[in-house]
């Protein structure tokens, strides 16, 4: 049997437990006594909170060195986040001015309407659709259960320069180039009516998903750098999947410096009258939509907002 060591685990009084897992040639892990070690607040940390650990094959004692060889190089970027301002009254405020009946009416102007599955395809297929992508250097999606990752071109011609400037913003202050998290996208008639089903704060009526330019941006998970997550894919480097770990902790843990300048980024561009947005306060996300045309790599072209 092989032992392996999963990153996650319950913090207390300093300590982390880790459980150590036996792994037989079936699919079911069976679970097998913990051992209690003593690791730095950070180190642990980095363990316990990280939203997406990778399991790792090795020994408890090279877990622990490796998270402890990499902490120095990752202060520089705890320094960084400790130091990004949260978002003022002012910058909230601004965030949460276009409400739901403004976003409606700019998405019957600017998108299209699919009655089902089939036209979302015929659409797609015409070019008058496109998909978002599972992962791309800007942005990662959550399942989607209730909408599909397709907008208009437009649409995603904006989520780029959205990702560009949040990335901006990041280098300047020598942060790693976190990637957004989208968690909603096109919702037909059909999805909305599902989705209302179970979740009361659902559009009563029509809603902007349903036009294709129109989505909601996790303001609460961030995604880790691709550089990072392509380093790591497949590697039987174990430092280069420990990175992933502790770049997901430090956006789980400083998650409001990474919100703030998302939403810095966002605002620049409603300045621009580029989008409306909703600092949605049921859910952690910016509901987002298209306010103008986009053209070739985001330059914004034919402004409309009412």
């Not at 009254?89 to 009946?101: F, G, I, K, W, Y």
């Not at 015929?122 to 599972?134: I, S, T």
């Not at 990752?149 to 949040?166: C, I, K, S």
């Not at 409306?276 to 103008?292: A, I």
Request: hydrophobic content about 40%; charged content about 25%.
């Amino acid at each position: 049997k092989e032992k392996r060591v999963l990153a996650n685990g319950s913090l207390k009084s300093g300590r982390l437990l880790i459980l150590v897992l036996a792994w037989s040639g079936c699919s079911r892990a069976e679970e097998i006594p913990g051992e209690e070690l003593t690791l730095s607040d950070s180190a642990a940390a980095a363990l316990s909170t990280s939203a997406s650990p990778p399991p790792l094959v090795l020994s408890i004692e090279d877990t622990l060195r490796f998270l402890t060889q990499l902490e120095p190089e990752f202060e520089p970027v705890r320094t960084a986040l400790n130091g990004v301002s949260s978002l003022r009254a002012r910058e909230v405020a601004e965030l949460r001015q276009d409400r739901n009946a403004q976003q409606i009416a700019l998405a019957r102007q600017l998108g299209l309407r699919a009655s089902g599955d089939d036209e979302i395809e015929k659409l797609v297929n015409e070019g008058r659709l496109v998909a978002l992508g599972d992962s791309t250097d800007l942005w990662v999606l959550r399942p989607m259960e209730h909408s599909v990752p397709y907008v208009t071109p437009d649409t995603r011609a904006l989520l780029e320069e959205v990702g560009r400037r949040f990335h901006a913003r990041l280098d300047s202050i020598g942060l790693p180039k976190y990637r957004m998290t989208f968690t909603s996208a096109l919702r037909t008639a059909e999805k909305q009516a599902a989705l209302r089903r179970v979740n009361s704060n659902a559009s009563a009526t029509v809603s902007a998903h349903e036009f294709g330019t129109t989505v909601d941006i996790s303001y609460e998970r961030f995604g880790a750098p691709v550089d990072a997550v392509r380093s790591s894919a497949g590697s039987s480097d174990p430092e280069a999947v420990m990175r992933v770990v502790m770049l997901d902790s430090l956006a789980s843990r400083h998650g409001g410096a990474l919100r703030a300048e998302l939403g810095r980024a966002i605002a620049s561009l409603r300045e621009e009258n580029a989008l409306h947005v909703m600092m949605e306060n049921s859910q952690t996300v910016y509901h987002m939509t298209l306010g103008r045309g986009f053209e070739g790599e985001g330059a914004p072209v034919a402004a409309a907002r009412d």
